[in-house]
Structure formats: structure tokens, C-alpha cells
């Protein structure tokens, strides 16, 4: 009997495994067993040498459903991402992602549609990857402008938390515009375009206020 299955990769306080799997719930997706990886990096360690990862390799069989957030709780590299996701669908898995609905099946024979679907993959893991990087970036900006900032007036407080500060990017890199992401989060429009054009100074405000 086949199974779908939420997997979690925690790595900051802000992505608990109960938000992440109260999204996929809500998102329309019956979760028969949780698999989660806590305080792992994306970046440096692949997918099948996390403890739980590994996990997923010996237990998911052909007709499973692989359910994530993102491509970026598989990992933020994108060759790790890329050969994950195939290997998966070899065996017959399909992965869903909870934001955006997107659906990876291994089972279609349609060239053209393999085209697609591979292309698609490849976009999202590079985009996993790109976005990982800038916000590497954007933090130690933050860090920084934190420290030079510590004599100073903290300014005027966000009216984001890091939560809201993180669905932001995460919409962003999927190309949603200003206008979409401001009624899904409840934010103004000059707040999700200032947080686009000027991440680093956002980044770097919510620091300033211990967000």
C-alpha cells in the first residue's frame, strides 16, 4: 500500500516541523509519517548523508508520494537536488511540493513533457541554490551593518518577523509579484518591494531588533 510522506529539514527556528507540516495539511495533503532532519545545512550535506535522509532512500517504493515544502528542504545544491529528484522518480516515487503544487512523476513517456518537467527541475534547484546563496549574503551584510549600527538608534521596527522576512524571499525566487505576495502575507507592497530591492538593509533591521 503506498504512503505519503512529509519530509522536513529544520534548520533555523523560524521552519519548526510543525509549521512545515501544518502547510502540507492545509494544502490538502494526508501525511502518513513524518521524516525530519534537524540543524542540518542544505548547502554542504546531500540529502542521503543526513540521518533521516537516509532514511527516505530505504523506505520510499514505487507509488509513494514524497511531499516538501520546496525543493530546498531536499538540499540547496543543485546537483544534489537534481540527482535526488531523478533517483526518486527511477523508483517510481512521485514528489509534491506543498508551496505552488508542483508535481515530479517518473512516469510519463512523453518527450516533450519529460522536457519540460526536467527543465522545471532544474530551474527550481538552481533557483534553491541561488537563493541560499544570497541569503548567506544578506546575513553577514546584516551581521555587519548590526555591529555598526550598536551605538545607534535601531530605527524604525520591521513590520515583518523573520517568518514573514523568509516567505517573502521564498515567494521572490518563485518570480511572484509585489502585489501577489503582499495580500498573501498581509504586508504593504512598498514593504515586499523594499525587502526585494534592499534584502541586505532588511536583513539587517530585523537583527538591529533581535527578530
Known amino acids: 500500500m503506498s504512503k505519503t510522506i512529509l519530509y522536513a529539514r529544520v534548520s533555523t527556528a523560524d521552519q519548526t516541523l510543525t509549521h512545515q507540516k501544518t502547510q502540507a495539511e492545509a494544502a ?5 509519517e513524518v521524516v525530519a532532519d534537524h540543524g542540518v545545512s542544505g548547502i554542504s ?5 543526513r540521518a533521516q535522509g537516509k532514511r527516505l532512500f530505504d523506505m520510499l517504493r514505487s507509488g ?14 543543485y546537483q544534489d537536488v537534481t540527482d535526488t529528484i ?4 527511477r523508483r517510481g516515487v512521485i514528489i509534491k511540493t506543498v508551496i505552488n503544487g508542483m508535481v515530479f512523476d517518473g512516469a510519463t513517456r512523453d518527450p516533450m513533457q519529460q522536457a519540460v518537467r526536467d527543465a522545471l527541475i532544474a530551474f527550481m534547484a538552481a533557483t534553491a541554490q541561488a537563493q541560499a546563496e544570497a541569503t548567506k549574503e544578506a546575513q553577514k551584510a546584516g551581521i555587519e551593518a548590526a555591529k555598526a549600527d550598536a551605538e545607534r538608534y535601531r530605527g524604525k521596527k520591521p513590520s515583518y518577523d523573520r517568518a514573514t522576512f523568509t516567505a517573502v524571499c521564498d515567494h521572490l525566487a518563485l518570480g511572484r509579484g509585489a502585489s501577489e505576495i503582499a495580500k498573501e502575507t498581509g504586508l504593504s507592497r512598498q514593504t ?12 539587517a533591521a530585523l537583527s538591529r531588533w533581535g527578530l
Do not use: H, K, P, Y
Open 64 to 77: 509513494d508520494v514524497l511531499v516538501v515544502r520546496w525543493v530546498d528542504r531536499l538540499g540547496r545544491n
Open 28 to 32: 490538502g495533503f494526508t501525511i502518513d
Open 45 to 49: 550535506t546531500r540529502l542521503a548523508d
Open 192 to 203: 515586499i518591494l523594499r525587502i526585494r530591492d534592499q534584502r541586505a538593509d532588511s536583513e
Open 86 to 89: 531523478r533517483e526518486f522518480m
